[in-house]
């Protein structure tokens, strides 16, 4: 037997089963002569096989109503040319300099998105990197307070969580489809993280109802007074953050 | 009524995953597949997809994809020219790292090409000629991004390359 040794090509094609009947048996042999390769098309096997079974779960998702086509069809119908780019540069961090400690970064929302999800794109975004650029500072010369106050003339009391453990010490103004937003960074000794989140309501005054919900591995906590939306962002499951919470319970 | 629409909820899940591995985001992949299906029904008015609805679903979500990535792209430029800073907007989670060795750690860290083509022909199991379609490519095309991206993929699942960033250069 004289086979031709495969081609790349006949190789993947044979990993795939894309190869007919007679060329699957001529590189099967020519494997079969050639441990070398057949080693590599084995792993290659074996790395296909893995990734079927990591991603099958990803098959098992809540569903989600919104997907429904029924749902998509009454949205479509609703509100026309809602750009799913605009969505997408939730990704995205545009700077317009620094003049005046004021950096604007974009965070574009879709209008149906889950409550306060620009608080745990932000915290996502900007909280989890150690190099955040802020805006205010522990080396600011005013207190985080006069900071937000700057902003939000009529915002809530920052919530004091020395007692979990957690002091400011780090925050940025973010620009929303609904206007200014800050979000204020607090850590505790072990470098852990929260967010404290503020923005307006939008000009359809949405404010919420006061609830929790989780999005991976974060849980937002939130509120509205009646002139702001407000969210603590933290790790759903660290214990460390639960007094934080419960704390948050007390003080508004 | 809409006889496609019981088509595309048996296809939902198969779209979620896509967009999953795509946008590595939950709550922006569902944006996607909804962004993705407002423009699927709203062609299928007009014109039926010749061949397999899954390979057409895929290419509708895939192009939004693309399309919002380069406008990410383009704001992402614009910030670094602004404050010179490369700021990565996908940085591995010290959970990812540790679990680097496992084969979907190595995929979640293959370019969204590589990814998308590793889902199709792998887990999907389209044929090498709906993904040339789906990509608008000649099939050798196909071939050799597939081929770089098994490579890429066994690499990474190998530890060779713990990160292309990581390589000095010189």
């Not at chain 1, 939130?222 to 948050?248: I, K, Q």
């Not at chain 2, 199991?125 to 379609?133: D, M, N, T, V």
Request: net charge neutral; aromatic share 8%; proline share 5%.
């Amino acid at each position: 037997m004289n086979d031709l040794p495969p081609t790349e090509h006949d190789l993947h094609a044979y990993v795939d089963r894309q190869l007919n009947e007679a060329d699957r048996d001529r590189v099967a042999r020519y494997l079969s002569a050639n441990p070398e390769l057949a080693e590599q098309v084995r792993a290659w096997q074996h790395d296909a096989q893995h990734l079927r079974a990591a991603l099958s779960g990803a098959l098992h998702l809540t569903p989600n109503p919104q997907l429904d086509p029924a749902a998509i069809r009454h949205n479509r119908r609703r509100q026309r040319g809602r750009q799913w780019a605009t969505a997408a540069a939730l990704f995205v961090a545009v700077s317009l300099g620094s003049v005046g400690g004021w950096h604007a970064r974009t965070v574009n929302l879709a209008s149906h998105m889950l409550p306060m999800a620009d608080a745990l794109q932000a915290y996502r975004m900007f909280a989890l990197k150690d190099g955040m650029a802020n805006d205010w500072t522990l080396a600011t010369s005013t207190d985080a307070q006069s900071w937000l106050d700057r902003h939000f003339a009529r915002a809530d009391r920052i919530p004091d969580l020395a007692g979990a453990g957690f002091t400011p010490v780090g925050g940025r103004m973010i620009s929303t489809e609904q206007g200014a937003a800050a979000m204020l960074v607090y850590q505790d000794a072990n470098g852990r993280k929260v967010s404290f989140y503020i923005r307006p309501p939008g000009p359809q005054h949405y404010l919420l109802d006061r609830g929790a919900r989780r999005d991976g591995e974060l849980q937002a906590d939130y509120w509205s007074s009646d002139e702001y939306n407000y969210a603590l962002v933290a790790p759903a499951d660290d214990p460390a953050v639960e007094p934080v919470r419960r704390g948050l319970g007390r003080a508004i | 009524m809409h006889g496609i629409d019981d088509q595309l909820r048996e296809l939902l899940p198969r779209l979620r995953r896509f967009a999953q591995s795509l946008t590595r985001n939950p709550t922006s992949a569902d944006d996607l597949v909804q962004a993705s299906l407002e423009k699927a029904l709203g062609a299928w008015a007009g014109k039926q997809p010749d061949g397999d609805l899954r390979a057409w679903l895929f290419a509708i979500v895939y192009r939004q994809f693309l399309d919002a990535h380069r406008s990410a792209s383009r704001y992402k430029r614009v910030l670094e020219l602004f404050t010179g800073s490369q700021d990565d907007h996908y940085a591995p989670s010290a959970e990812r790292t540790v679990v680097a060795q496992t084969t979907l750690a190595a995929f979640e860290r293959l370019p969204h090409e590589q990814r998308a083509i590793l889902l199709w022909v792998t887990v999907e199991g389209l044929r090498y000629q709906e993904i040339a379609e789906i990509l608008n490519v000649p099939i050798g095309t196909v071939m050799s991004r597939l081929s770089r991206a098994r490579q890429a993929l066994r690499q990474l699942s190998d530890g060779e390359i713990t990160s292309p960033a990581l390589r000095v250069l010189k």
